[in-house]
């Protein structure tokens, strides 16, 4: 990975994304933060541009693994990393039946962050059948 590399981080909490976008660019890479999935989707070439995407399971407006299944449905998969507060049982297992490659409960330290990034980076997403 290198500085052609993007990662976009969606999550509610602007605050989140204020402190996690820096960090992915000290390890090298290319990031950018929205507050909404639909801002990210209404973004202009912003799908395609992302090699992955960080994304909160809930931001209030809608579910992230909504937004995953709008962005399987449009034929684009992105390596996704979920990220979440919430501890209930059964929260792994929806999202990676939305499409994601791991899932990262807060808090959580920026090692496993960026190591959560470089893992799902290096594996083949799933693709939408």
Not at 7 to 24: F, Q, R
Not at 76 to 102: M, N
């Amino acid at each position: 990975m290198d500085a052609s590399t993007l990662v976009t981080v969606v999550d509610s909490d602007a605050a989140v994304c204020k402190a996690l976008t820096p960090l992915v660019r000290s390890a090298g890479m290319n990031a950018r933060g929205f507050t909404s999935p639909a801002g990210f989707l209404n973004q202009p070439g912003s799908s395609k541009a992302t090699d992955c995407l960080v994304l909160d399971i809930v931001t209030g407006q809608s579910s992230e693994p909504e937004l995953q299944s709008q962005l399987n449905a449009r034929c684009r998969s992105i390596p996704t990393v979920f990220i979440t507060a919430d501890h209930s049982t059964g929260i792994e297992s929806k999202t990676l039946a939305a499409g994601g490659v791991t899932l990262l409960q807060k808090p959580f330290d920026a090692q496993t962050f960026l190591d959560a990034i470089k893992r799902v980076m290096g594996r083949t997403p799933k693709l939408a059948q």
